[in-house]
């Protein structure tokens, strides 16, 4: 009687353990997490990966994701936060990096797994473009997922406040430009949009590519490149032309600060990555092509500043078995069609259901596959994270002092030292 009874205790017991176990066997208990991180919070940026997490979360009632992202646009908090987790050893399930240099720093550090073994297991080998690969696989191997393709030189502007100004369409060469700017400057508008430095930086990239080209651009982030030839001095020198036409309170604005401002009227144009789409169109609800437009920034029709965003799986994540899964998922065409007409990018994948790209997209669709690539700097792809730092020291100092030989100098002194 009292063995029957211990019995019906233990198999009492044992019913209630599987219970709360969860039906899809990551073995953590029902309170498991898995944590994702990234740095998109705001407007533009946080739709798409809310959309992911809400698929994920009905498919994975026991392992919902715990949205670590931090916030600030480029990453720019959210890279240093990590760097200081995954020096504790403390890192998150997957985290965000761009594909290209910045990636492999993680991967030098020995800070990833390879993941050749998920794309095979998801059949990802064939899904994305062969040029993209070359950008993500190290010494043979694979070690992220990438989500999308962004492009950084594009122009946003207001039609209505261009036609105010007296502006017949968007600028195509750099002295059409200026004479824009201008006309927009004495019309009491603010000519050109500008935020917080790394807005800057990447106002740089695309004056810079526009003037060197995607050949020029490329060579300086080769071993020995010389960046202290009269090309690079010209770029610099338009750069700061380019500048002396923004607004004096870029430090204290966001990206998203500055492309409303084109929103609303009150600049004429903004130069930025084409997340901007996702926030005109999805939080600010413009229309394209009325509410606003775009061009390739000056000088870079038919070249494509790309980047992209890619997911990990850092060595010691907590829920492997998880973060597993959620790199697959997000390898899936259906992650990549939820995520990217939210979010203002190209899938990385080649087989997009293309009927759910609206109009901005549509082009960029279009322009992926017949434009010149150049890799972005202010983006992750054609310098590492140190060379990055010494550039955004450089370009510090000469957002202070406008002295382009002194910046030239030290641009020289930090390939020297990082290439
Ligand atoms: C980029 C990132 C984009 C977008 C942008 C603004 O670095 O790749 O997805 O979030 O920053 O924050």
């Known amino acids: ?38 740095w998109w919070t705001g407007g533009g940026e946080a739709h798409g990966l809310d959309a992911l997490i809400k698929i994920w979360n009905k498919a994975h009632p026991t392992m919902h994701v715990k949205n670590s992202a931090v916030a600030g646009g480029a990453g720019t908090n959210a890279k240093a936060v990590l760097a200081q987790r995954l020096a504790a050893h403390k890192p998150p399930d997957s985290f965000q990096g761009h594909a290209g240099a910045e990636l492999q720093d993680y991967i030098k550090a020995g800070q990833l797994e390879p993941i050749d073994f998920i794309y095979k297991k998801y059949g990802l080998s064939q899904v994305f473009p062969t040029q993209l690969i070359n950008q993500i696989r190290y010494k043979g191997k694979l070690y992220s997922v990438p989500v999308n393709i962004h492009r950084a030189n594009i122009l946003w502007y207001n039609p209505a406040t261009l036609k ?22 004495a019309k009491n508008l603010i000519p050109l949009a500008l935020a917080e430095q790394w807005t ?23 071993k020995g490149a010389n960046w202290n030839s009269p090309q690079v001095t010209a770029a610099l020198n338009r750069f700061k032309t380019v500048l002396s036409y923004t607004n004096t309170d870029a430090a204290s604005l966001t990206w998203q600060d500055a492309s409303k ?7 004429a144009f903004n130069i930025m990555g084409d997340w901007a789409d996702g926030y005109f169109r999805v939080d ?23 980047l992209s965003d890619s997911f990990t799986l850092p060595k010691g994540a907590p829920h492997r078995a998880a973060a597993v899964q959620w790199l697959g998922f997000l390898g899936s065409r259906r992650a990549q069609d939820t995520f990217n007409p939210l979010k203002g990018s190209i899938p990385a994948r080649k087989d997009a259901n293309t009927k759910l790209y609206p109009t901005y997209l549509k082009y960029a669709l279009v322009q ?7 890799g972005s700097l202010t983006h992750g792809v054609v310098a590492n994270n140190k060379w990055n730092t010494d550039i955004d020291s450089a370009l510090g100092v000469f957002l ?20």
């Open 261 to 267: 401002l084109v929103a609303d009227g009150k600049a």
């Open 368 to 374: 992926w596959k017949g434009d010149t690539l150049a």
């Open 284 to 306: 600010l609800k413009k229309k394209a092509g009325s509410g606003y437009g775009w061009a390739a920034v000056p000088g870079t029709a038919n070249v494509y500043d790309w």
């Open 200 to 222: 800057q930086k990447h106002l740089m990239e695309t004056v810079m590519i526009g003037s060197l080209g995607p050949k020029g651009w490329a060579a300086l982030w080769k």
């Open 164 to 185: 105010k100004a007296g502006i017949s369409g968007a600028p195509k060469s750099w002295g059409q430009f200026i004479s824009a700017l201008q006309k927009a400057k």
């Open 1 to 38: 009687m009292k063995v029957t009874r211990a019995r019906i205790l233990l198999v009492g017991l044992l019913a209630g353990v599987l219970l709360v176990l969860p039906a899809s066997g990551y073995g953590k208990g029902s309170a498991s997490q898995l944590e994702v991180f990234s």
């Open 400 to 419: 202070q002092t406008k002295n382009v030989a002194r910046f030239q100098s030290a641009l020289v002194a930090a390939a020297k030292k990082d290439a």
